[in-house]
């Protein structure tokens, strides 16, 4: 940093009110309920350019400028994904779980083109005092973030169905283990049968009873039998489920360096200046209160400790684990994020107290009131993050923005997509 210049710290400011955002959403949600989903995209236009146009840097204010009817084709085509979901669960067995299969590997090969769809979808229509920020389209990148997480996932889930197709896997792999889990049954049953009527089947004949269907003759017919599942067959999904959660840091970490890096406000690329360490160090605190959670439990089932304590350490750990995880990534993703050059640099510092307060008090609130306060809720929560969120800088706003204006208007305007996604996906 250059002593010779004054760094000028800018703080965002947010003057959007809860009643209004309230009355906001109570007519949103009737009309969304008359149309049956299809105004959806207005109420989500109107909800963003209240919460954009209430939000204020440097004496200018932000606009969301997209159009509801283009959003409403990418709806329609969620809504009818949906219902081919929930038609699926009509099929038989084996179709239903091939299809859920194909949806699945579908969604796995197109989400990173629509992450990056999505993305260019609400920067492109997101400016601030008449210049728009915009995303690059790096199809190539995206695969390369959100491919292998995805993918250890959906490997994860076809690996847990393994062991409830034990019998089926034995024997294709020439395995009998299951066959003598069958022996060993029957013989359990056979035994049981006789200890408790061996004298009574001693001298009666089931053959000659009318009242007997021959079907029941056979009591330890393959349908009756108990399901075999071989717990060995639990490590592979095991194993990869634990490569994941090792994972999480690195995987998050990677996403927010490439969702930053190809953000630009005009022509002023993003630099993202976190390190993997400290993305790390947040879900070790986590994971450390997890352990020390599960422990309690441990005792309480062993009677070592009253369930009762375990039971409030529960309820104070989960809004607790939120609030450090929401206060914490925020001001690691925003507060390591700068703009040209670092010449820009956004600084965020939400307390993890303050977080913890307004959050756990907004659960409550929202779950007395039925729902009545969510929009009193998002309001306190969008001032909690933008009270403790500014842009320091050594160079005058208002050059920065002439310039920018120019550069803007000399890369031209973005080819639109052939339509806009939106997160209804």
């Known amino acids: 940093m250059d002593d010779n210049h004054t760094t000028i710290t800018e703080n965002f400011k947010f003057s959007g009110s809860a009643g209004e955002f309230f009355g906001i959403r109570f007519v949103n949600g009737l009309l969304n309920m008359v149309t049956l989903g299809i105004y959806s995209p207005w109420a989500k236009v109107r909800e963003l350019q209240y919460l954009y146009g209430n939000t204020e840097l440097a004496g200018g204010d932000f606009q969301f400028t997209a159009d509801p009817k283009r959003m409403l084709i990418s709806r329609l085509i969620a809504m009818a994904l949906f219902v081919t979901y929930v038609l699926v669960e009509s099929f038989p067995t084996t179709e239903a779980l091939i299809a859920y299969f194909v949806m699945m590997a579908a969604f796995l090969i197109f989400s990173p083109i629509i992450t990056v769809f999505m993305m260019s979808f609400r920067l492109r229509h997101s400016r601030w005092r008449g210049i728009n920020f915009r995303f690059n389209n790096d199809f190539k990148g995206a695969y390369r973030v959100y491919l292998a997480p995805m993918s250890l996932i959906l ?239 050594e160079s005058s706003f208002d050059e920065f923005l002439a310039s920018q204006q120019q550069e803007s208007s000399a890369i031209g305007e973005e080819i639109a997509d052939v339509f806009d996604i939106d997160v209804a996906f």
């Not at 069958?182 to 009666?204: D, G, I, M, P």
């Not at 490439?258 to 022509?267: A, E, Q």
């Not at 995880?325 to 820009?344: A, E, H, P, V």
Request: aromatic share 16%.
């Open 155 to 393: 490997l994860s889930l076809a690996c847990l169905a393994i062991p409830f197709n034990s019998e089926v896997v034995e024997d294709s792999l020439g395995m009998t283990a299951h066959e003598q889990f069958y022996e060993e049954v029957q013989a359990e049953k056979l035994q049981e049968a006789e200890s408790t009527s061996a004298e009574e089947e001693q001298f009666y004949d089931y053959s000659n009873d009318p009242s007997l269907p021959n079907d029941d003759l056979d009591t330890f017919n393959g349908d009756e039998e108990s399901t075999y599942i071989n717990p060995h067959f639990f490590w592979p999904s095991g194993i990869l489920f634990l490569m994941f959660f090792v994972l999480i840091p690195y995987f998050d970490f990677i996403n927010m360096r490439f969702l930053v890096r190809n953000t630009h406000f005009g022509s002023a690329a993003g630099r993202y200046k976190a390190q993997l360490k400290e993305f790390y160090r947040i879900y070790g605190i986590l994971l450390i209160a997890t352990a020390l959670l599960c422990l309690l439990w441990i005792g309480a089932i062993r009677s070592d400790i009253s369930n009762s304590i375990a039971i409030i350490a529960s309820v104070i750990f989960f809004p607790f684990a939120s609030a450090f995880m929401k206060s914490k990534r925020y001001n690691l993703i925003f507060g390591r994020t700068t703009f040209k050059d670092d010449q820009f640099r956004l600084k965020a510092d939400v307390p993890f107290g303050r977080a913890f307060f307004v959050l756990s008090t907004n659960t409550v609130c929202v779950i007395l009131s039925l729902g009545m306060l969510k929009a009193w809720a998002d309001i306190r929560t969008i001032r909690l993050i933008l009270g403790h969120t500014a842009v320091e800088t």
